[in-house]
């Protein structure tokens, strides 16, 4: 088992409770933190709220189907590792699936040990490549060094920085809660009182403006904050 602390979020949608308990219990015995839905609506905003690191998918849900919750995630940008379960085991039901977006396909019924090691390989693949470079406007971060620039200048970053930081170019253009902040990069609760986030918000903010540049880290009033232009 991993340690709990930099545990990777993993997002069931399934609406058979027996089948999420057992996925739920095997996978946190793993050391995988895990969010449950019951319905393609509740799925699509807890993959909002939460930011998995992979999805677990059934295909036939109530409501939004499997392959449209699918389609949405794609479409709104979000290359999250999707896994993807039915019951329906004929060929063109599996190319619909990958078509969709998704990134693997299991039929029902399956061993939790199969779908663990589906998990792992998707997860492995999802790793970030050597040599990683993530833009946004006029922003750079390499993954690799652990360093921003902006234009021409050299951003040195702490180790909470870049983390911070890693998190917003991963998740350009949306509002990230500051429950789902603190979770991602601290891993723990500093209670409501902390001013941690707030702190680290404008040590950033004060290294990426440093010459005078638009702000890019906003602040949105009552949910938390976005990198947008």
């Known amino acids: 088992m991993q340690a709990m602390s930099d545990a990777v979020r993993i997002l069931v949608i399934d609406d058979d409770p027996k089948i999420s308990a057992v996925v739920r219990r095997g996978l946190v015995y793993e050391g995988y933190r895990v969010v449950e839905a019951a319905t393609g609506e509740e799925g699509l905003a807890k993959a909002r709220e939460h930011l998995p690191d992979l999805v677990v998918l059934d295909v036939m849900l109530p409501g939004i189907d499997g392959l449209e919750v699918c389609r949405r995630l ?30 693997d396909y299991m039929v029902k019924p399956f061993s939790f040990e199969e779908l663990l090691a589906r998990v792992r390989a998707l997860l492995r693949r999802r790793a970030a490549p050597s040599g990683e470079i993530l833009r946004f406007v006029d922003l750079e971060l390499d993954v690799d060094a652990r360093e921003a620039h902006r234009g021409e200048r050299t951003i040195p970053l702490t180790t909470t920085e870049y983390n911070l930081l890693l998190l917003f170019m991963r998740h350009p253009r949306k509002v990230l809660t500051r429950d789902v902040i603190m979770d991602r990069v601290w891993s723990y609760d500093f209670g409501g009182e902390s001013n941690v986030l707030e702190v680290y918000v404008r040590y ?26």
Do not use: C, F, S, W
């Open 74 to 103: 794609r479409a709104a940008g979000d290359e999250t590792a999707i896994l993807m379960l039915t019951a329906r085991d004929q060929v063109r039901d599996r190319v619909e699936g990958l078509e969709t977006g998704a990134d």
């Open 204 to 229: 950033l903010r004060n290294k990426l403006e440093a010459n005078g540049e638009p702000r890019l880290i906003h602040t949105v009033r009552g949910a938390g904050y976005v990198l947008k232009e």
